[in-house]
């Protein structure tokens, strides 16, 4: 099955900086790489996707870079608000059929913006 | 539009004891996660219906745990026995189709004594 290895596990940056949250995956079918954001006590929302036949997203201030060969996939936040302040899970999965995707979930990163 | 609903929120039983989670997900998504989540990790899948129909259920603890969708809308997960280790929030989603947004819906929390 599916095994997705997720980096750090705790950032801390200063309002303003960037943060990037890496992810590798071990299936090399998987083809769908969603990033949710949990906030405490709360259900996980996705905030951005990226499917295998394209190598970046962006979406306002954030973005997601794919590199299929190397089976990693980030996750890029400019400009850090207080209100980031999140878990951060990253999944990935799919298979040939196009169809399928059974999702495997990241261990999440703990991001803290400092006002 | 209504997002998914689960009930109840809270559970707290004593060991060996049984339980059951109940799920409506968003109308018209044909796909059904169940995931359980324990403190300080991801959510893990434990089964996946496409309409009534199971897709996945690998890490679905079969001795203890069971789920249905008989009708291809709402759905039940039980455990019985639990254990302490079940302790965790079970999550259930929703998505149009598989490789589609999943909608989250709040969690039921389970605390097993």
């Known amino acids: 099955g599916e095994n997705v290895e997720q980096h750090p596990s705790t950032l801390s940056v200063q309002e303003g900086d960037s943060a990037v949250i890496k992810c590798t995956y071990s299936d090399s079918a998987s083809n769908y790489f969603p990033w949710y954001k949990q906030e405490l006590g709360k259900r996980p929302q996705l905030i951005i996707d990226i499917r295998s036949n394209v190598g970046e997203k962006k979406d306002q201030r954030i973005a997601v870079t794919l590199n299929k060969t190397a089976k990693h996939f980030s996750l890029h936040i400019t400009e850090t608000q207080p209100e980031d302040s999140a878990v951060y899970f990253c999944a990935a999965g799919g298979g040939p059929s196009g169809g399928s995707y059974i999702p495997t979930f990241g261990r999440g990163t703990s991001l803290i913006v400092h006002p | 539009e209504a997002g998914v609903a689960q009930s109840p929120r809270y559970k707290i039983i004593e060991k060996r004891q049984s339980v059951a989670f109940w799920c409506n997900p968003i109308?018209?998504?044909?796909?059904l996660y169940w995931y359980q989540q324990i403190l300080g990790q991801g959510p893990k899948l434990l089964i996946q219906f496409q309409n009534n129909g199971v897709v996945d259920d690998s890490q679905l603890p079969k001795d203890r745990f069971s789920a249905e969708r008989l009708k291809g809308v709402d759905s039940t997960l039980k455990i019985q026995p639990a254990k302490l280790e079940d302790s965790a929030v079970y999550l259930c989603?929703?998505?149009?189709?598989?490789?589609?947004?999943?909608?989250f819906g709040p969690g039921t929390r389970l605390l097993v004594l």
């Open positions: 109308s018209g998504h044909a796909t």
């Open positions: 989603a929703s998505s149009l189709l598989q490789q589609e947004t999943q909608y």
